[in-house]
């Protein structure tokens, strides 16, 4: 099969592009759209689901359960991986046990990859140094896609 957004060729196996990170479709599946995507919900139900309406947030928007799985990246470092110890814990093989982290600086929220074998991507680009995160990114962690929502 070839990826429809570089043209690599990948192995059936695959779900995502080992190239340029782009989810892969059998001949004949629909293309999954991504686009712009606001918090719905009132400030209650938010605090029940584990959110703080007032900081910035992470919503997993495919590959995990069913709804948003919130998270707050408050910490001085908050992890992303495999392993159950991680702040951010996505469980599937394509997700490194320690894969991502995202740290406070001075520029604001910075994303860092850990080395993981499948990258991160923000917005569809894999990232190979920081990358500071801006409200509405598109963050890809394996076969999760999570947007960052500054607040």
Known sequence: ???????????????????????????????????????????????????????????????????????????????IGRSPTSDVFLDDVTVSRDHAQILSGDRGLILRDLGSLNGTYVNRRRIDEDEVLHDGDELQVGKFRLTFIAQ
Do not use: K, Y
């Open 1 to 79: 099969m070839r990826c429809a957004e570089c043209g690599a060729v990948q192995s059936e196996a695959h779900r995502f592009c080992s190239n340029c990170g782009a989810p892969l479709r059998p001949e004949g599946a629909t293309a999954e759209s991504t686009g712009p995507w606001t918090m719905g919900g009132t400030s209650e139900e938010w605090t029940a689901a584990g959110a703080h309406p007032d900081g910035p947030v992470l919503a997993v928007r495919a590959g995990g359960p069913q709804g948003a799985l919130i998270v707050i990246p408050d910490q001085g470092v908050v992890t």
